[in-house]
């Protein structure tokens, strides 16, 4: 099952997908300034898959947010292949998908999935075509008809992530899309979008709050500590491609090293009182 004719553009190949440089985010709230994000500066490359992990408040939002320029940033700059943040939105370079589906509950997945093209004047004919190719590529070809509340939460995740693939964006923005969803079907969709990403190969910014997630899906794990939230440590996942993981690895003794590398690291970020070795296995 390949994405046929669908490559993303030869013109993003080698340029990186995102670049962050020293970025700082400061909310005006009613109680005063609050600097939600300091000092981060970050880079993506060019199909990389790079997981925000760290503790509630840490500014990991903020930062997805920024890069998608749905706000901006209060110092700094952020380049989204080698453009504004601004131009790549309005040349849709990436897909988003968050952690509810956000389906619209009257339309039936195949005209969800149809939106985005549908908003920028896609044909009749090609979009059904591109709806049909990409709910194969997310195993919901049966289920194109079916409205959203007819799906289960992992089915409706998966047409959220075909839609957000739509457009062939060359970049995917995830904020813990697969947070609502039960262990089982959690894995099961770490795995799929795996796969995805080596059809697609699109870059992901990947915001979780899960170890084990972050360590499986990722080249790269950031892990951010809060108040303010900057990057304390860019974790490099030694697991080999990311388009050969497959369930086994999550009981291999790497996985394992990388998860206590990660959660090392995250302990040093944030502290806290936290004893790292309260937990034996
Ligand atoms: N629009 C806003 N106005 C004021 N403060 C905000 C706004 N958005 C976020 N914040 C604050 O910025 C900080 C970072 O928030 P953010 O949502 O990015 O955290 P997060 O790491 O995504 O947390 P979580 O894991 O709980 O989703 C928080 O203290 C939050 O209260
Ligand atoms: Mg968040």
Redo the contacts with the bound molecule.
């Keep these: 099952m390949t994405l046929s004719g669908s490559q993303r553009p030869d013109t993003a190949a080698g340029v990186d997908s995102v670049v962050v440089r020293g970025v700082e985010?400061i909310?005006?709230?009613a109680s005063g300034r609050?600097t939600?994000?300091t000092e981060v500066s970050l880079t993506v490359g060019a199909g990389e898959f790079v997981s925000?992990l760290?503790?509630?408040?840490?500014?990991?939002?903020?930062?997805?947010?920024l890069i998608a320029d749905l706000?901006e940033p209060t110092a700094g700059t952020i380049e989204v292949f080698g453009k504004t943040a601004r131009q790549a939105r309005l040349d849709q370079d990436y897909g988003i998908a968050f952690?509810q589906a956000g389906l619209l509950p009257w339309r039936t997945v195949t005209a969800n999935v149809e939106l985005p093209l549908e908003l920028h004047g896609t044909g009749s004919a090609a979009r059904k075509a591109r709806a049909r190719e990409l709910l194969d590529l997310v195993g919901l070809s049966e289920f194109g008809d079916r409205y959203p509340d007819q799906l289960s939460g992992g089915m409706q995740q998966r047409a959220a992530i075909a839609r957000a693939l739509a457009e062939r964006p060359s970049l995917l923005l995830m904020?813990?899309p697969f947070g609502a969803l039960d262990e089982m079907t959690r894995e099961y969709m770490q795995t799929e979008l795996v796969r995805i990403c080596a059809e697609t190969r699109a870059a992901v910014v990947f915001?979780t709050?899960s170890i084990p997630e972050a360590v499986f899906l990722s080249d790269r794990v950031v892990v951010?500590s809060?108040?303010p939230?900057r990057v304390e440590a860019v974790v490099p996942m030694h697991l080999g491609a990311t388009a050969d993981r497959a369930d086994d690895l999550r009981e291999d003794a790497a996985f394992f090293e990388m998860v206590t590398a990660v959660r090392e690291a995250l302990h040093t970020g944030s502290q806290a009182g936290r004893r790292p070795g309260s937990r034996t296995p």
């Design positions: 985010k909310f005006d709230t609050m939600a994000l925000l760290g503790p509630s408040g840490c500014g990991k939002s903020t930062l997805l947010r706000d952690q904020d813990e915001v709050h951010m809060p108040r939230g």
